[in-house]
T-cell receptor, first 113, second 113 residues
């Protein structure tokens, strides 16, 4: 097993553009999480999937953000009409219920210019 | 409000000595705690965890101690090695349906050769 993978690793976009990130979790993991990390802070929870169902979304996830996990495998996180404040590291993690331990991917670094 | 706090932004330790990283929390509903290590430009790596029903968990050079009455946990690394130099995050979890993690702001550990 190669662990959690994320693509792309880096994304530079202009304000107002849409971006989409992909996460491939550890294959047998049924839970998938998205977090966002900004400089000097710890990761902050964005959203959570159990299999293909999105069961919780943070207040941080504005209407411009949408996440999907079709067929309960990989997940995508889309940001529409990006703003400079969206610049951050977007982290994906997966776990196997009911265990608490989450395993993170390398992250996607988004820079909005 | 910051429910998980790591009040020391940085710590410097000599190689071979003990590193002690501290974490405080405010929410007594947390029932599981985890430590992650993060190198620059990588995602957090799971290190060690502890359930709220225990007061100590040990894994090789890493030991986590939990003091529920003080709402305090600590990570001990002994002996410290230069490769341990990284940012360490404490995280807490409510359990239940989501198991989302609430992170502290991290402590940068520098192990001097």
């Amino acid at each position: 097993d190669t662990g959690v993978s994320q693509d792309p690793r880096h994304k530079i976009t202009k304000r107002g553009q849409n971006v989409t990130f992909r996460c491939d979790p550890i294959s047998e993991h049924n839970r998938l999480y998205w977090y966002r990390q900004t400089l000097g802070q710890g990761p902050e929870f964005l959203t959570y999937f159990q299999n293909e169902a999105q069961l919780e979304k943070s207040r941080l996830l504005s209407d411009r953000f949408s996440a999907e996990r079709p067929k309960g495998s990989f997940s995508t996180l889309e940001i529409q009409r990006t703003e400079q404040g969206d610049s951050a590291m977007y982290l994906c993690a997966s776990s196997l219920a009911p265990l608490y331990e989450q395993y993170f991917g390398p992250g996607t670094r988004l820079t909005v210019t | 409000d910051q429910q998980v706090k790591q009040n020391s932004p940085s710590l410097s330790v000599q190689e071979g000595r003990i590193s002690i990283l501290n974490c405080d929390y405010t929410n007594s509903m947390f029932d599981y705690f985890l430590w992650y290590k993060k190198y620059p430009a990588e995602g957090p790596t799971f290190l060690i965890s502890i359930s709220s029903i225990k007061d100590k968990n040990e894994d090789g050079r890493f030991t986590v101690f939990l003091n529920k009455s003080a709402k305090h946990l600590s990570l001990h690394i002994v002996p410290s090695q230069p490769g341990d130099s990284a940012v360490y995050f404490c995280a807490a979890c409510y359990g239940g349906a989501t198991n989302k993690l609430i992170f502290g702001t991290g402590t940068l550990l520098a192990v001097q050769p």
